[in-house]
């Protein structure tokens, strides 16, 4: 048997699914009782053979240009433009990333987690909107930066961050601690978690001021810089700098750009604000000389010993979430004697 009459044999007993939508062609039949009669109007469709259906399935014929699977009625509308399975996924992703989603449904897991974080740190005396600088910090340092977004969405819902002016309060705040996250995680974590916050954005929720705009590497940069670690490293801070007096460029980086150009900058975030990114952020690498740097230099800006243990009781937290070992940092306890 020719091979071009596989496909009418096949239509015997089904009815057809989607025709193509290039030219005309005869309307299916709404019942068994027309398919001989559409069969031999098929036969005479005079179309080029790439046009027509060629695929025989059980329940009807695919058209390789059309992705809908639908079975036709009599009640059944004209076909919708034809588009690929490519052409429709792309489209999605392109609506996805386009429109603003600031209502989405926060994943219960990390709802859970972000709750947690919050009700500990409701225990001190620190301020109710410190806990989310410490969790945006250890998000960035994470395996999975890109769930800032869950935080952003998170904070979004609460009551005080429902108005565009709020969020963009609350924004700016995130968006220096990934600045300042830089430094201390690298550059493209921070990437990753910011874009994840832009993808979900409402446009009049976004904030487009401009912190490091006519930023120099000056005088009074430095000294900005070096104020800061003296106020961390107080005593210490000679001995620290000297441990670079072979590496001259690390000694140079962390007065002019981490401390000068990072850190000390308080335009958006304080003290404490600035050490809920630094003393995460370190600690969740499981780093053990840095740690017990901010440890101690937290510890000399004034937190209380006992604040300073949530702090790293909830970076002990993020980091099982992500089943992440912390195993080299020192504790408080350890660290308290050098304070």
């Known amino acids: 048997m020719h091979a071009s009459s596989r496909p009418i044999r ?18 299916p039949p709404s019942c068994s009782a027309g398919i001989k009669e559409y069969l031999v109007a098929l036969r005479s469709d005079d179309r080029p053979r790439a046009y027509r259906a060629r695929t025989p399935r059980k329940h009807g014929y695919y058209d390789r240009n059309c992705c809908s699977t639908q079975l036709h009625t009599s ?16 489209q999605a992703i392109r609506t996805m990333s ?7 449904d926060v994943d219960p897991r990390y709802q859970q987690l972000f709750t947690e974080l919050e009700q500990r740190f409701a225990s001190t005396s620190l301020g109710p909107d410190k806990w989310y600088i410490l969790a945006i910090s250890t ?8 769930r800032a977004d869950q935080l952003y969405l998170h904070l979004c819902a609460q009551p005080n961050n429902t108005t565009p002016s709020a969020r963009q309060a609350l924004v700016r705040r995130l968006r220096e601690a990934l600045i300042k996250s830089v430094p201390i995680v690298g550059v493209c974590k921070p990437i990753e978690a910011i874009l994840s916050i832009g993808k979900i954005e409402r446009d009049e929720d976004k904030d487009y ?13 430095h000294e900005r810089g070096t104020a800061w ?16 007096a072979a590496h001259q460029d690390f000694k140079w980086l962390s007065e002019e750009i981490t401390y000068g150009l990072y850190l000390s900058d308080r335009q958006v ?20 000389n840095e740690t017990h740097w901010h440890i101690r230099g937290t510890r000399r800006l004034g937190v209380p010993k006992e604040e300073v243990q949530v702090i790293w009781d909830c970076v002990q937290l993020v980091a099982k979430f992500f089943d992440v070992t912390l195993n080299k940092v020192p504790t408080v306890d350890q660290v308290e004697p050098d304070v």
């Open 10 to 27: 096949s239509l015997r007993r089904l009815l057809l699914k989607c025709p193509t939508t290039r030219g005309s062609s005869p309307s």
């Open 75 to 90: 009640k059944l509308a004209p076909p919708s433009p034809v588009i690929s399975r490519r052409s429709f996924s792309q």
């Open 98 to 104: 386009s429109a603003p989603d600031a209502t989405r």
């Open 139 to 146: 998000l960035a340092a994470s395996p999975d930066p890109e």
């Open 209 to 221: 001021s401009f912190t490091r705009e006519g930023w120099q590497c000056d005088q009074a940069n």
């Open 229 to 244: 670690m003296q106020k961390l490293y107080t005593r210490d801070r000679t001995g620290t700098v000297n441990l670079f």
């Open 269 to 288: 975030l304080d003290d404490v604000d600035t050490q809920l990114v630094v003393l995460p952020g370190i600690m969740s690498q499981n780093l053990p």
